[in-house]
C-alpha cells in the first residue's frame, strides 16, 4: 500500500472513530437530566475531532486512551513532565539507554508509554550500538504550548551524538531536534506524558 493510502486509510479511519464518538455524546446528550452543550463547545469538540483527523493524518496513527495503566510518578506541572521525559529521553549511552527507556516508561502512559517500551526492547538487543559505544547527549532548549492543542508542547532539543568505538560520528556538530509531547492529568492532578511524536 502505497503512503498515500495509507494517510488516507489512517484518516478514514479516524474520522470514523470521531463520528463514532460524536455520535455517543449526542445520544448521551439527549438522555433525561443531561445538559444539552452550548454552541462554543460544540465548536470546539468539532475543531478537535478536525484536529485529531489531521494529526491521525501526518502521523498515521489514532491516539488512543489506555485506562487503568500504573504509573510510578508524575509532575506538578505540565511543562516539569515534559522536561524531565525530554531530559531523560536524550541523554544515554550504550550501557544504559534501555535502562533509562524502562524507567521512563513507568511514568508515563499511552503512545508514549508503548513508544519507549518498544525502544527499549529495541535497544537491548541492538549489536551495532553497543559495539560501537554510542552515546547522546544534549539539553532541552524551548519548551512552547501548541496553539489550539491543549495539553500538546513543542520541545526543542539540542544534541550530540558520540561513539567511542567507532570513527561514524566523529566530528559531528550538536543538531536541533523538534517533539511534540502531549501530557494527560492524572486523578490525583499530577501530570505524565501520554504521548511523544519526534518530529525531526
Known amino acids: 500500500m502505497s503512503a498515500r493510502l495509507r494517510r488516507r486509510a489512517v484518516a478514514v479511519a479516524a474520522v470514523a472513530l470521531a463520528v463514532g464518538l460524536a455520535g455517543c455524546s449526542l445520544s448521551a446528550a439527549r438522555r433525561p437530566g443531561a445538559a444539552s452543550a452550548t ?24 491516539p488512543t486512551p489506555a485506562p487503568g495503566q500504573r ?35 513507568r511514568v508515563c502512559v499511552g503512545q508514549a508509554r508503548a513508544a519507549v517500551t518498544q525502544a527499549a526492547t529495541g535497544t537491548a538487543s541492538d549489536y551495532e550500538l553497543k559495539q560501537g559505544g554510542l552515546a547522546n547527549a544534549g539539553t532541552v532548549e524551548a519548551i512552547a504550548p501548541v496553539a489550539g492543542q491543549p495539553h500538546e508542547y513543542a520541545v526543542v532539543t539540542r544534541e550530540r551524538t558520540t561513539a567511542t568505538r567507532s570513527a561514524d560520528y566523529q566530528g559531528l556538530a550538536p543538531a536541533w531536534h523538534l517533539a511534540l509531547a502531549t501530557v494527560t492529568q492524572l486523578k490525583g492532578g499530577l501530570w505524565v506524558l501520554s504521548d511523544w511524536q519526534p518530529e525531526s
Open 39 to 62: 454552541t462554543g463547545e460544540s465548536t470546539r469538540a468539532g475543531s478537535s475531532v478536525a484536529a485529531k483527523v489531521a494529526r491521525a493524518d501526518q502521523t498515521h496513527e489514532v
Open 71 to 105: 504509573v510510578a510518578g508524575g509532575w506538578r506541572r505540565p511543562t516539569d513532565a515534559v522536561y524531565v521525559f525530554a531530559t531523560q529521553y536524550i541523554n544515554w549511552n550504550s550501557q544504559d539507554v534501555s535502562v533509562r527507556l524502562r524507567a521512563l516508561a
